[in-house]
């Protein structure tokens, strides 16, 4: 059993802390939408080493990616109608917009090239590995 690289590390850090950050808004909002649970099967399937959590960090990746488009895409539009009202404030302090980007950009970025690296699927078992060990 191979141990995990300090990327997979980090990976798996920062799926823990999303995790924690959902849960708090799903209690906080007490709503539950993708955002919030897709975070679960993804954290339990690299922990555990599951040959199915390759497909499912993808899928979550990829709602990721759809939904901050869409968020992206309002935005701008929005900015187009009334520039002023276009604004991210947390806490009463205001956020500024390329910061925002730039973060989710990063984020989003650092994602798909894990979910496509060498490491990760030398980390993780293949199904059809897997299926013939059993046999034997």
Request: net charge positive.
């Amino acid at each position: 059993m191979n141990r995990p690289s300090p990327s997979i590390l980090l990976l798996i850090a920062l799926y823990i802390v999303i995790a924690i950050l959902a849960g708090w808004r799903a209690l906080d909002s007490q709503t539950l939408d993708l955002f919030t649970l897709g975070v679960i099967p993804v954290l339990i399937g690299l922990i555990a080493r599951t040959s199915w959590a390759s497909l499912v960090l993808k899928i979550y990746i990829g709602i990721q990616t759809l939904g901050f488009t869409a968020l992206g895409a309002t935005a701008v539009i929005a900015y187009q109608i009334t520039p002023e009202d276009v604004k991210v404030v947390v806490r009463g302090q205001e956020l500024p917009i390329w910061a925002i980007a730039l973060v989710v950009t990063a984020l989003l970025s650092f994602q798909w090239y894990m979910a496509f690296s060498k490491g990760l699927k030398q980390y993780l078992p293949q199904a059809a590995q897997t299926s013939d060990q059993t046999k034997a």
